[in-house]
């Protein structure tokens, strides 16, 4: 079965701009998970969808960050306007049944905002 | 202070040796403990998955779970250069408001050379 897909894989731009990072989970996966590291710091939750509702959105920094889930399928994660300190690896995860060690990671999207 | 710390390292050991890799929590409700691998520009892929406490092993990695001390360890036998990774340990809790939502500890980068 195809895995977890991000993209872009990497994406450079300017603060102020705006960016969308795109996640396809596993098929028949009701539930998709964003988290992201920071330089130097650990992988954090940012937020958690169960097919096409948020179930969880408390690691949502602030409101410059708009997650979606279109008809509970793929997953969009919009940063805008972007600032420097949003830089970062943005991973995306999916499971069958919600349970934590059921994950299955993407290779995530590697965010530098200049 | 964290919920979960892990000593960043790095670790270098040579090719045959046993590492032990630990992490610490202070949150008494997580009961699912995993420790992730993963090499560089890829996602974490699940290692090892133990719920409670006690022991785990699958082939030359051992995992334990010490709930009183609040304490997890991760051993890896026979240590092989394709072992060199970072390894993160994640926790989550059965239900409430963490149910389904990972928290990392920083992560270990492992270095076996030959």
């Known amino acids: 079965e195809a895995g977890v897909t991000q993209f872009p894989s990497h994406s450079v731009i300017e603060k102020g701009q705006t960016v969308t990072l795109r996640c396809d989970p596993i098929?028949?996966?009701?539930?998709l998970y964003w988290y992201r590291r920071v330089m130097g710091k650990e992988i954090k939750f940012l937020l958690h969808f169960v097919k096409e509702s948020k179930q969880d959105e408390s690691g949502m920094p602030n409101n410059r960050f708009l997650a979606e889930r279109t008809g509970g399928t793929y997953s969009t994660l919009k940063v805008q306007p972007a600032e420097l300190e949003d830089s970062g690896v943005y991973f995306c995860a999916s499971s069958q049944d919600g349970g934590s060690y059921g994950y299955t990671f993407g290779s995530g999207t590697r965010l530098t905002v200049v | 202070q964290k919920e979960v710390e892990q000593d960043p390292g790095p670790l270098s050991v040579p090719e045959g040796a046993i590492v032990s890799l630990n992490c610490t929590y202070s949150n008494s409700a997580f009961q699912y403990f995993m420790w992730y691998r993963q090499y560089s520009r890829k996602g974490p892929e699940l290692l090892m998955y133990t719920y409670s406490s006690g022991n785990k092993e699958d082939g030359r990695f051992t995992a334990q779970v010490d709930k009183s001390s609040k304490y997890i360890s991760l051993f890896i036998r026979d240590s092989q250069p394709s072992d060199s990774a970072t390894y993160l340990c994640a926790m989550s809790a059965v239900s409430g408001t963490s149910y389904g939502k990972l928290t990392f500890g920083q992560g270990t980068i492992l270095t076996v050379h030959p």
């Open positions: 098929s028949g996966h009701d539930n």
